[in-house]
């Protein structure tokens, strides 16, 4: 397996509550990304990074922020946590963009907002 | 329009039999193409890629690309209890950072 950890892997919080996830790689892959994962919606990108303190949006961008100060880390935070960020949360890693490069989950987050 | 599209299932096959499963796509630029399967309450996981027309083989698994038509596919023969799990399509557009997945495919093998 990859070397992916997501931190916390279950959560529970209120509404209005700030909240980070962790995304943790011992791979050294340059890409990094975080998607949701809803019934009927299937995987939804996020937001993505493509090398330290360089990040871009996904399709579900609103109401979320990423940092990653280290090749290695990945933040995911939800600044004001609203029920209809109640998903499960995966992050992925690639070695590159090339078209037969795969991407690599971790175990995944399950977060309820309350 | 979707830019992926799966039938979201449940497709039930008996233990044995071939499962086909099925994703289109509409970006016509699109050079690759992913299959992962994902079961209950895990994290997805690649089982094929494929990027020239035709067939792929791996194992029991087939993929089968027809880019003039946009369709994706995956048999998986002899199909297993095991195989039970929801099967993702994931087609990169232009960008390659940007994969998108279909919502997945249910599929059900009946012992």
């Known amino acids: 397996d990859a070397g992916i950890t997501q931190s916390p892997r279950h959560k529970v919080t209120e509404t209005g509550t700030p909240v980070t996830l962790r995304c943790h790689q011992t791979?050294?892959?340059?890409?990094m990304y975080w998607y949701r994962q809803d019934p009927g919606h299937g995987l939804r990108l996020i937001h993505y990074s493509y090398g330290v303190k360089d990040t871009d949006k996904g399709e579900v961008s609103d109401g979320y922020s990423v940092s990653r100060s280290k090749t290695e880390d990945f933040l995911l935070t939800l600044e004001s946590a609203t029920s209809s960020q109640t998903s499960v949360y995966f992050c992925?890693?690639?070695?590159?963009?090339?078209?037969?490069?795969?991407?690599?989950f971790g175990p995944g987050t399950r977060l309820t907002v309350l | 329009q979707k830019e992926v599209e799966q039938n979201s299932g449940p497709l039930s096959v008996p233990e044995g039999a071939i499962a086909s499963l099925n994703c289109t796509y509409s970006?016509?630029?699109?050079?690759?193409f992913f299959w992962y399967r994902q079961y209950s309450g895990k994290s997805p996981e690649l089982i094929m890629f494929i990027y020239s027309n035709g067939d792929k083989e791996d194992g029991r698994f087939t993929a089968q690309l027809n880019k003039a038509s946009q369709y994706v596919s995956l048999l998986i023969r002899d199909s297993q209890p095991s195989d039970s799990a929801t099967y993702l399509c994931a087609v990169p557009p232009g960008g390659y950072q940007k994969v998108t997945f279909g919502i997945g495919t249910k599929l059900q093998v009946i012992p």
């Open positions: 970006d016509r630029g699109s050079q690759s």
């Open positions: 992925a890693i690639s070695p590159s963009s090339g078209r037969t490069d795969t991407q690599y």
């Open positions: 791979e050294n892959h340059r890409y």
